[in-house]
């Protein structure tokens, strides 16, 4: 069993930013790909970005440019780097990890962007 741990998420102005963190722990095993999805009030669930253990990224056209999302494999972690905020970029931040041929999910942190 795999257990997600996310943290950093809170309430920015428009223009700010913040850094999410995702830290993976529980017994052995081999991460294939960890990334971030979003999920807004009245929406469906939607692709942030994903880094695989090689290091490629891969981002959503909303994003690109403007979030960066990097790990430390020593740390079986994660980070998603969000600037240039934008209130349309509200939404609970889901930390999502392929290991092991599993798929393993946060428990959600808040990004709140508003004056």
């Known amino acids: 069993q795999v257990q997600l741990v996310e943290s950093g998420g809170g309430l920015v102005q428009p223009g700010g930013s913040l850094r999410l963190s995702c830290a993976a722990s529980?017994?052995?095993?081999?991460?294939?790909?960890m990334g971030w999805y979003r999920q807004a009030p009245g929406k469906q669930r939607e692709l942030v970005g994903t880094?695989?253990?090689?290091?490629?990224?891969n981002y959503a056209d909303s994003v690109k440019g403007r979030f960066t999302i990097s790990r430390d494999l020593a740390k079986n972690t994660v980070y998603l780097q969000m600037n240039s905020l934008k209130p349309e970029d509200t939404a609970v931040y889901y930390c999502?990890?392929?290991?092991?041929?599993?798929?393993?999910w946060g428990q959600g942190t808040q990004v709140t962007v508003s004056s």
């Open positions: 529980g017994r052995s095993f081999s991460i294939n790909r």
């Open positions: 999502n990890l392929l290991a092991s041929g599993k798929f393993y």
């Open positions: 880094i695989t253990s090689g290091g490629s990224t």
